[in-house]
C-alpha cells in the first residue's frame, strides 16, 4: 500500500513550481508581490491569507489521497480531511474576495471560475464523507484535489501557452515580449483548469468500477 512514486513525483514537482512564487510573500512586503497590489491595507492581507491556506490545502491534499493512512489510520485520515476542507473554504471565500482587484476581465473570470468549483467540489466530497456516501466522497475528493492543482498546472503550461500566442501570431509577437507574457497570463488559469477538467474525469470515469458503490 505504498504511495506509487508518480504520486511523491507530483508532489515534488508541485513544491517546486509552488514554493517560487509563494517565496517573494514570506517576507510580508507588498513591493514584491508577484500580481499588482492597489491596496496595501485590504488587498494583500486577503491575498496572503489565499496564499497560505492554499498551501494548507496543497499539502493536505496530498497525503489524503495515500492509500496506507486512509485505510490503516482512518482517523488521521478523517483529521487531515477536516483541515483540507476547512482550507479550501477559507482560501476560496478569500480568493472571491480578491477577485475584486483583478483589472483584467479575463484573468477575473477565470479565478471566480476556479474558486467556485473549488468550493463546490469540496463541499459536495465533504457531504458525502459525513452521508457516509463513501464512493462519492472519493469520486468528489479526486475533483476538488483536482482543482487544487489548477495552481500547479496553470504554470506549468505557461511555456506551453507562450509557444502558442508565438505560432498563432504567424511566428512574430506584434505586442511585444511584455504584451505576450500578459496575454498568457491572462488566460492560463483557464488553460490550467481545462486540462485538468479532462485529467480528473479520466481517472474518475477509469476507477469508478473500483469504488466502493454509495449507500
Avoid at 70 to 99: D, N, Q
Avoid at 162 to 175: E, I, K, M, Q, V
Wanted: aromatic letters at 12%.
Amino acid at each position: 500500500m505504498r504511495p506509487k512514486k508518480s504520486w511523491w513525483l507530483l508532489l515534488i514537482v508541485s513544491l517546486g513550481v509552488v514554493i517560487p512564487f509563494v517565496a517573494p510573500y514570506i517576507t510580508l512586503n507588498p513591493a514584491k508581490s508577484r500580481v499588482p497590489i492597489t491596496s496595501t491595507a485590504i488587498q494583500f492581507p486577503l491575498l496572503i491569507a489565499h496564499i497560505v491556506t492554499a498551501c494548507v490545502a496543497l499539502i493536505a491534499g496530498f497525503f489524503q489521497f495515500i492509500e496506507r493512512i486512509r485505510i490503516k489510520t482512518p482517523g488521521i485520515h478523517r483529521y487531515l480531511g477536516r483541515i483540507y476542507v476547512g482550507s479550501v473554504m477559507i482560501s476560496g471565500a478569500l480568493a472571491l474576495a480578491v477577485i475584486f482587484y483583478i483589472e483584467n476581465f479575463a484573468k477575473a473570470t477565470s479565478f471566480l471560475a476556479l474558486a467556485l468549483t473549488w468550493l463546490f467540489t469540496s463541499w459536495k466530497g465533504y457531504r458525502s464523507a459525513v452521508r457516509k456516501r463513501f464512493g462519492e466522497h472519493r469520486k468528489w475528493m479526486i475533483r476538488s484535489f483536482g482543482i487544487t492543482l489548477v495552481a500547479v498546472s496553470g504554470r506549468l503550461l505557461v511555456p506551453v501557452l507562450l509557444l502558442a500566442y508565438y505560432t498563432l501570431n504567424g511566428f512574430s509577437l506584434p505586442g511585444g515580449r511584455e504584451k505576450m507574457v500578459e496575454e498568457v497570463l491572462n488566460v492560463n488559469i483557464w488553460a490550467g483548469l481545462l486540462l485538468n477538467f479532462i485529467i480528473i474525469e479520466w481517472i474518475v470515469l477509469k476507477s469508478a468500477h473500483r469504488l466502493p458503490g454509495d449507500s
